[in-house]
Every structure is written in structure tokens, then in C-alpha cells.
């Protein structure tokens, strides 16, 4: 028997670990390097001189990027998984079998026949767990698009250094945390597979 997890509780973590290990390398290689220049590298555009990502924006970028990415986390936390028997996981029986059985009423109004319609069988525990667990990804990512979108913007917006360079960077730390996140929930959830 496998016990019941909440498969979110190991997604935060390794979010977080990822995050912080990637913050902290990525703030002290650029505080390096910008300690070695001595002045920001200058790029020439066509309405003057922008600076490049300094130390601080970068930090602010890690730090927004690494809260978007909690609260996205957040609509699956929640979500527990229920325990599961290893026969029934092994097979593959526990995704696709009813609870109810063909002579029973499935809806429970006392109408066993319907107007041509097959009855509704409800599903498993694990697969309705499953199943919760894909809407709150999809709405995780909802709230990581928007916010990813809208750190871009508000970064534009107040940091000197070119919007390509500041894209370049949230979109980045969108990536590497949303591969952290589907990496490490892949791995807690396991599907049966159909042979």
C-alpha cells in the first residue's frame, strides 16, 4: 500500500530549492562581473544609452519570479493523493474503474434507465485526485502567465536596461521554474501504463 501525499508538497520544495541555489548563483555572478567592469556595459540603441541589468535588478527579477512561481504552486496544494493498492497500480485498474457497478444507480434518483444515454459511472479516488490535480496546474499556470507578464512590464517599465535583456531574463526564470515544477510533479504522480 502506498500512502496518501500531497505531490505539491515536494513541487514547493523542489521549486524553492531550485530557485534559491539558481538566485543565489546568478545574483553573485553578476555582482562579480560587475565588480570587474568597474562601469556598466553600455548598449547603443537608437534613443541613446541603456544600461545593462544591474545587480539589484536582477535580485528584484529572481525574487518576483521565485514568488510567482510559489503562488502558482499554491491552487495544488491542497490536492492529496489517496492511498492506492500496488496490484490495482500495477494494472491500471484504479484510473478507469467505476465505483459503481452496471446494476446500480449511478446518479442515485431512482431512475435506472435513461433516454438513450449509457449510466454515469463516477470515478476512482485516484482518478478524480488526477484529475484535480491537472485543473490546479492549468490554473497555476494561469496565474504564472500573468504574473510572468506582468513582471516583464512593471520591469520595462522602472529598470534602466533594454526591454530584450529584461525579457530575456524573466522568461528565463519562468522556464527554469516551470520545468522544476512539471519535472518534479511527473515524477510524483505515476501513471499506469496501457499495456
Avoid at 544600461?51 to 535580485?59: N, P, Y
Avoid at 485516484?126 to 502567465?145: C, D, K, P, S
Avoid at 534602466?160 to 515524477?187: D, N
Wanted: hydrophobic fraction near 50%; include cysteine.
Amino acid at each position: 500500500m502506498q500512502a496518501p501525499h500531497r505531490p505539491y508538497r515536494i513541487v514547493l520544495q523542489t521549486i524553492l530549492v531550485v530557485w534559491l541555489i539558481v538566485a543565489a548563483s546568478t545574483v553573485a555572478w553578476k555582482w562579480y562581473t560587475d565588480g570587474r567592469a568597474h562601469t556598466g556595459a553600455l548598449t547603443e540603441t537608437s534613443a541613446g544609452k541603456l544600461e545593462a541589468l544591474s545587480t539589484s535588478d536582477v535580485a528584484v527579477i529572481a525574487i518576483a519570479s521565485g514568488l510567482i512561481a510559489i503562488v502558482a504552486a499554491i491552487p495544488g496544494w491542497p490536492i492529496l493523493l489517496p492511498e492506492t493498492c500496488d496490484g490495482a497500480a500495477k494494472n491500471g485498474s484504479h484510473l478507469d474503474s467505476p465505483v459503481v457497478s452496471a446494476g446500480q444507480d449511478p446518479v442515485g434518483d431512482g431512475d435506472t434507465e435513461s433516454e438513450g444515454e449509457p449510466p454515469k459511472a463516477e470515478l476512482s479516488p485516484v482518478a478524480l485526485a488526477i484529475e484535480r490535480l491537472g485543473h490546479a496546474f492549468l490554473i497555476g499556470m494561469l496565474i504564472r502567465l500573468a504574473g510572468t507578464v506582468a513582471l516583464f512590464l512593471a520591469s520595462s517599465y522602472y529598470m534602466p536596461a533594454s526591454p530584450t535583456q529584461i525579457g530575456i531574463g524573466v522568461l528565463g526564470w519562468h522556464l527554469l521554474l516551470l520545468f522544476a515544477e512539471v519535472i518534479t510533479l511527473s515524477r510524483q504522480i505515476r501513471l499506469p501504463s496501457s499495456t
